[in-house]
């Protein structure tokens, strides 16, 4: 009997060998089969003592991992940080730690890897082991960072947008605080006739900058990539101080600001574009007296050093920290954000100043003591060739200047006070004018005045410009007619565009009525309405000079 129970014990005892067998090989199939994923036991302190084929593809190991820690599949900062003890501590205590992080295969390279550490514990409780399961997310994790960027890049675009609003709104109210001033001047009849011409002399200068401005300013990728155009001629700097300084000068009144100016003993001239450089001492000025106390006194300065033309401006006020000073160029860079508001200002007058300097092949520099102590900006410039000197005192020597033969000339606008405003002017110079607002009056003025010249805005409502430019051109009768296309839009494609659809010039708006004077004396002498001397003079170009 005792035998019998002794064979059934051996008989379930190899029917629980042959089912534990059975449940290794299932679990070495297992792992030997699930490649995707890296999975490894570990003994209690963290060295790994079994692996599958996924761990080693994934980690890059043979067998001679067995017995080393765990800890080597960690960034270097990570295990000094001790993060592979911290994650088995966590396993201890909870059970499991889930572990999303940067992995070291053998070669060096790193994966991104979602994994998560099991501790394994006996029947008794006993801690047995580790078991690690990794799967490589590389993928996954390139995307979500992509997807970050590609955020952060239009958030990044959003803010230049509203930075470029903001320069735009600072750049535009510059000249127009000005031109405000001049007008209220113009507007008191008890002025002498010098202080009205100065007024009207000063909003001439700032609507010339404004437009410059706004061609800068609205060409967004332009601005963006610093491709200003400059527009250089023979300089003299006390011009552009001085024009800067009538420019300043309300503000320095307002704060009862006392402005020093200390001129070279003879002509300092400069290869730069006028309006630009008139606009870094305009920042510069306006800088000085938005950080300076009432009543304080800024000095400016011009002076040849080392074969230099430096501007000096000078103030005592609030200064620059020494942590802010090799920054202050940068743009919407402030000394100090609650000051910058109560000062109006939007920090972007230095960045231009820099980038305008730079430009014209100079280097501006920022000097300051510290905190209350003054700061003086020093911008320095290539001085003008003795080539471009003898140029500029050439041009001194005025050439005469033409009559205007009177011609009939139709304005079309659907903007009353331009259409009108422009009339004048030409009216004031002798011509015989008629304005339509539209495309269809433009046509039927075509035939009752029989124009010479048509300024038609190409913006018109109903049939636009073009579209009354191409009407014209088909016809014989009206063919001859100079077409001259007025508009706000000035890009190549635009005067492309122009040009198609059969106009002779295009003008961009606000029209330079020095311009449309040249424009048509040379369509006046092409239409042989010069008087003849003049007719002579004009087409010959050695005549001219």
């Known amino acids: 009997m005792a035998q019998l129970d002794k064979t059934g014990q051996d008989a379930e005892k190899d029917e629980l060998a042959q089912r534990l067998g059975e449940i290794e090989e299932r679990f070495r199939l297992f792992m030997e089969n699930v490649r995707e994923y890296a999975i490894f036991m570990m003994d209690p302190e963290g060295r790994v003592v079994d692996w599958n084929e996924g761990a080693e593809h994934l980690l890059g190991y043979g067998p001679d991992i067995m017995g080393q820690s765990f800890s080597v599949f960690f960034p270097p900062d990570d295990i ?28 060096g390279t790193y994966f991104w890897a979602l994994g998560i550490t099991t501790a394994m514990r006996d029947e008794r409780g006993t801690l047995r082991g580790f078991t690690k399961i990794l799967r490589d997310s590389t993928e996954r994790k390139r995307f979500e960072e992509q997807l970050a960027e590609r955020n952060e890049a239009l958030q990044e675009a959003d803010r230049r947008k509203d930075e470029f609003l903001a320069v735009l709104a600072h750049e535009l109210r510059n000249p127009l605080a000005p031109v405000l001033n001049a007008l209220s001047v113009l507007e008191d009849d008890r002025l002498l006739a010098d202080v009205q011409r100065n007024a009207r002399l000063m909003i001439g200068r700032q609507v010339r900058s404004l437009v410059r401005l ?142 305008l300097v730079e430009l014209h092949g100079g280097s501006v520099e920022a000097v300051s003591e510290g905190l209350h102590k003054g700061s003086e900006f020093i911008v320095r410039l290539p001085a003008a060739s003795k080539i471009a000197v003898s140029a500029s005192l050439e041009k001194h020597i005025e050439a005469p200047r033409l009559s205007l033969a009177p011609l009939n000339i139709l304005v079309v606008d659907d903007n009353t006070d331009a259409a009108q405003s422009l009339g004048l002017v030409l009216e004031l110079s002798g011509h015989s004018v008629s304005i339509a607002h539209t495309g269809t009056e433009a046509l039927d003025a075509v035939r009752t005045k029989e124009p010479d010249v048509i300024l038609l805005d190409v913006g018109l409502p109903g049939l636009n410009g073009y579209q009354v430019a191409e009407r014209l051109r088909t016809g014989p009768e009206t063919n001859h007619i100079v077409l001259i296309a007025t508009t706000g839009y000035g890009q190549d494609e635009d005067r492309q565009r122009a040009t198609q659809a059969g106009f002779d010039h295009h003008l961009t708006k606000p029209i330079d009525p020095d311009l449309v004077a040249e424009l048509l004396r040379s369509v006046a002498a092409r239409l042989g309405k010069c008087p003849e001397d003049e007719r002579a003079h004009f087409g010959n170009p050695a005549a001219r000079e």
């Open 80 to 107: 000094r940080g001790g993060i592979p003890e911290c994650e088995l501590r966590r396993a201890v205590e909870t059970g499991q730690a889930s572990d999303d992080r940067w992995h070291v295969r053998k070669d």
């Open 214 to 355: 706004i061609d800068d300013l609205l060409d967004v990728s332009r601005i963006s990539r610093g491709k200003i155009q400059l527009r250089k001629s023979t300089v003299n700097l006390q011009d552009v101080v001085h024009n800067a300084q009538q420019t300043a000068l309300p503000l320095y009144e307002a704060k009862h600001q006392s402005l020093h100016v200390f001129p070279p003993s003879s002509a300092v001239l400069v290869d730069g574009d006028q309006a630009r450089l008139e606009q870094i001492v305009i920042n510069l000025l306006s800088n000085a007296a938005k950080y300076s106390d009432d009543g304080s006194t800024i000095e400016l300065g011009i002076a040849v050093e080392h074969g230099k033309v430096a501007v000096r401006v000078k103030d005592s006020g609030v200064g620059i920290s020494p942590e802010l000073l090799p920054k202050i160029f940068d743009l919407f860079t402030q000394a100090d954000a609650t000051l910058e508001r109560s000062q109006g200002g939007l920090g972007v007058g230095l960045a231009l100043v820099k980038r």
